[in-house]
């Protein structure tokens, strides 16, 4: 990159990708992204503008976002609810440890944890990958009734659950690691797969659950199908696993000639750099559907100097010039690196499954 232009965002892009032998996957698309939302926040500071300004302007006043809620049991899934309506959130991800499995994604109290959620949850400071188990029927038979509780807690507009899988699947927990071909019939069966346990439903006319799926994808390619059969309403990538800002806001477009919505992935594993870029693409493009916002915590935001604000249940990116993220590199400096993994699953008779 020394002596390229750095105002060339579209040419550069091109070059990152297209130049190298070995194109897209999880891995590269994040390189090519880093340097994309680097460009673009040089831009938007030599231009004295935010960021979405450059792309177009505000199309909203504010971003809704919703947060995750989680217990070992439903008291303290409720009691996590609660804490989440106090933060002011409108929208919440509920989900529970399921009995029979040890750890769940996405529970931060359960076995390992010590009741604590992190920056870098679910991963863990350990030497190794943990291994976890997995039961998607124990998963699918327990979920129902997590619902039905919140609802009948918190209200009927709370908790939307989809039907369950038809008794003939052997296992549909996670169609979206396995392209349009798994998640035509659990379309037809009304299981929502989301590209993860818990994500968000609402009602539509054409599969009564809105889908939302994408978390693991990482470029265009992964979403064609599914975005032109209208197979799904929410896209669900990272603009940081995803080639960065260019080319996650023509992803968006495309997914905006089918009325599909973004649901950008938002966990405290993606810096307040990568938080800022889906923020200022959330603020600026017209068919935003809901933002994932995992809150980061007092360490990290005191290395990622932040302008973004979140109030009333909706964030905002700021209008300071370019993304609105500073980073302290005398407060980096101060935490060493150290690794940490994620876990893997086996079923019960010993499988590796995917996690």
């Not at 004295?48 to 947060?67: H, K, W």
């Not at 076995?111 to 949850?121: A, I, L, M, Q, W």
């Not at 039907?163 to 927990?173: L, N």
Request: net charge negative; hydrophobic share 40%; proline share 8%.
């Amino acid at each position: 990159m020394i002596g390229r232009d750095p105002h060339r965002i579209e040419d550069t892009w091109q070059f990152l990708y297209r130049s190298a032998y070995w194109r897209r996957g999880p891995v590269t698309m994040a390189a090519i992204a880093a340097v994309d939302v680097a460009l673009w926040d040089i831009k938007a500071k030599a231009a004295g503008m935010p960021l979405y300004q450059l792309l177009g302007g505000a199309s909203r006043t504010g971003v809704m976002a919703y947060g995750h809620a989680s217990g070992r049991d439903i008291p303290e899934l409720f009691d996590s609810i609660r804490n989440h309506l106090e933060l002011g959130y409108r929208s919440i991800r509920v989900q529970t440890s399921v009995p029979g499995i040890n750890a769940v994604y996405g529970v931060a109290a359960q076995p390992g944890t010590d009741g604590k959620r992190y920056d870098y949850e679910p991963a863990q400071r350990i030497p190794l990958p943990a291994e976890e188990d997995w039961d998607t029927r124990a998963y699918l038979r327990h979920l129902p009734g997590v619902f039905e509780a919140v609802r009948n807690e918190f209200g009927p507009r709370a908790a939307a659950a989809a039907r369950r899988a038809p008794p003939d699947d052997p296992d549909p927990g996670r169609p979206a690691r396995q392209g349009p071909r798994a998640v035509r019939p659990v379309l037809a069966g009304g299981l929502h797969p989301g590209g993860e346990p818990g994500c968000p439903a609402a009602g539509t006319p054409a599969h009564n659950h809105a889908l939302a799926i994408g978390e693991v994808f990482n470029t265009v390619w992964d979403y064609q199908t599914l975005i032109r059969e209208q197979l799904i309403d929410y896209v669900r990538s990272a603009v940081t696993h995803t080639g960065g800002i260019t080319a996650m806001r023509k992803l968006l477009d495309y997914a905006a000639q089918y009325q599909i919505k973004s649901g950008i992935h938002g966990p405290t594993d993606i810096s307040p750099v990568g938080m800022a870029a889906a923020l200022h693409l959330d603020l600026a493009i017209h068919n935003f559907g809901i933002q994932e916002y995992m809150q980061h915590g007092a360490l990290t935001n005191e290395v990622f100097q932040q302008s973004f604000t979140f109030a009333d249940g909706y964030l905002h990116p700021g209008d300071q010039p370019g993304l609105g993220v500073e980073l302290d590199e005398e407060a980096a400096g101060l935490f060493p690196y150290v690794p940490a993994y994620l876990p893997f699953n086996r079923l019960k008779d010993g499988t590796v499954h995917d996690w």
